[in-house]
């Protein structure tokens, strides 16, 4: 897959539409890791719809996200730039560690406690 | 017997491009009744005219069908070509093969098909067309102003210098709206209250203008040229015919309680009070809410203390009904509400206000004579950030999707005087992007940041919170920077978006003037009739048709009395004939068109009728034609099939059905 096409599947995974960010900034104006982060929130939208999104994927900055998804909150415009940065962690974590997790692997999880939407996160999240 | 003419027009090659126009003439000629069939370049042109008139005297026809354009651009056009050639206006039909054929297809086979099928509708229909007369009424000479802003008060003045009459309505106490409260004006930077202030003496003081404040329209009824207006005047429980305006009540009045609307709550007045002081009328109202003698029976200092023995506490509100020929709603704006925006702390921090308290502020008649105090504790503030969008542009649901326009320039004006007066201050500006596309406008802006030393920042601000000493925290992005900053502020001014003020919906309702789904009134035509409401006789002045800063607001004020004076300058005003007619025949009396009428044009009367069986009476539906706007509703509503709209009766709408399904 092109890096365009990889940004084009962390779009789409991520249900956004960056071209709604009129580049406000709120969204890294409210962010608490912001100091931690290598790439902010607002530059997450911008290079994702630029299709940049290799130097994302390799930095730090998307397990330095906390999730509070405060940026979701304040964005003006909808855009759920937190769900970018998810989506684009979830790419980078399928393809390092491909299929590490496996329906057998699955097995040892049932325990009739664990609800089951967990563990269909799980497979989406850890498998290819 | 029906002799009907049949014109194509090929509009350059806007139609013949994709329908062939030949065939189009060729096959409705064809059609049973029509005796000639042409087709020509541009059938509006002198000679495309020229055409249809000798066609009607050579071929005796008796109607006239023009396969051309939306009717919305040419149908008066061939109208006045019928009425020229000596055949009824209304015995024409426009078969729109332009915008609802040509334009939007590319298949020339296909299209020249539908045109056709357009064209046998046209012919279907005009076969039971009826000779309509256009009927006629008069015009009062006077007009209503809806709101005493800068937008009233200049299309007042400009209908009262044209000789007419003219009221304004003003439901606050004074006029003078929001302007009377800004403190400069940009790109000039002159001082609001001196070039408004003359604006509203001269507004009291005409001959021509009448003063209704403290005022609001109750309801209206009537049609262009013959409103109904019914004005609730409010109580100020103050005569005003004694009532010298010395003010000695509002001194010795003991209440203190009630925040003083004028200067947005940032301090308070008594429950007697006139609302500043150059106020118009200069005469003051009760606040009933907060007056000691209203609530307790005990009380009635300003009463002792009114050498002209004007308080009249068992003053009521009075109804006024007046005739208009026009009406303007100029109801201006307000801004919103900012408890959906949490992170700024409007509210909960006291030194976070709007754009609106800073200008109370920074003015000198304001709570704090023009003296730069923050709220919380009067200290003059060193460092100072401005947060503009707040609401505008947000589609979120929070705010307002659109660009509140007036707010980059008030900011850049804001930021500028303080630093003009307090050279020791710090100031920021959070912006997205700065608007400034008027006269002088970029050039006031860049001023601010290259002379003035403002710091304008791109970037929003995220969070405003207490730092658990006092301190007020202001967490931004600078995104050009790529940095967050966090800046100790000791003032934050909000630019909150700005709304139509909350009486323009119900007054859209009174008026049947159509509104966006922002509660701006609609214009006729956003560029070709920016200031006429499509409900004739309606115009529009400032704010409440969109967001204007005041050179634009009275521009359009100018342009919607101008308007006023063409409507009132006429003697009669022709009406449209294709209203509504009740069959009381058939009518069976169910009041269903009544109820559906939204202009009130249907009553019901006692009629004799005969139905074959005998003379009877009965309760019939009766249309008043001068009233009738045409909109078809009542007939779509009828039970019977009584209710016909004239010129699209039941009759011609199945007719064209069935030509199209053919």
Sequence with gaps: MTEYDLSLEAIRMSGVYPERCMKCGKCSGACPSYGEMEYHPHQFVDMISKGRIKELMESDSIYKCLSCFVCVERCPRNVFPANIVEAVRTLSERRQGADRISPDTLTEFIDGDTPQQLLMAVMRKYSK | MNRIGVFVCHCGSNIAAAVDV?????????????????????????????????????????????????PRMHEATFRKTASEAGINPYMVEIANIREQCSWVHKDITAATSKAIILGRAAIAKVRFNEPLTVGESGVTKRALVIGGGIAGIQTALDIADAGYKVDIVEKKPTIGGKMAQLDKTFPTLDCAACILTPKMVEAARHENIKLYTYSEVEEVKGYVGNFSVKIRKKARYVRENLCSGCGACALKCPSRNSGNEFNTGLDKRGAIYIPFAQAIPNIPVIDAEHCIKFRTGKCGLCQMNCAAQAIDFSQKDEIIEEKYGAIVAATGFDIINLDKFGEYGYKTYPDVVTSLEFERIMNAAGPTKGHLERPSDGRQPKTLVFVQCVGSRDTSGRGKEYCSKICCMYTAKHAMLTREKYPDTDVYVFYIDVRAPGKNFDEFYRRAAEQYGVHYIKGMVGKIYDDGNGNLMVRGSDIIANEQLTIKADMVILAAAAKPDDSARSLGTMLTASMDTNDFFTEAHPKLRPVESPTAGVFLSGFCQGPKDIPETVAQAGAAAVKVIGLLSKDRLKSNPCVARSDSLICSGCSNCEKVCPFGAITYADARVNDGTGMETRRVAVVNEAVCHGCGACAAACPSGAMDLMGFTSKQIFAEVDAVCR
């Design chain 2, 22 to 70: 030949k065939q189009v003439a060729e096959a409705l000629g064809r059609e049973q009744n029509v005796v000639f069939s042409a087709e020509y370049q541009y059938m509006c042109s002198e000679n495309g005219q020229k055409l249809i008139k000798n066609a009607v005297k050579e071929n005796a026809l008796t109607g006239i069908v023009v396969c051309s354009c939306s």
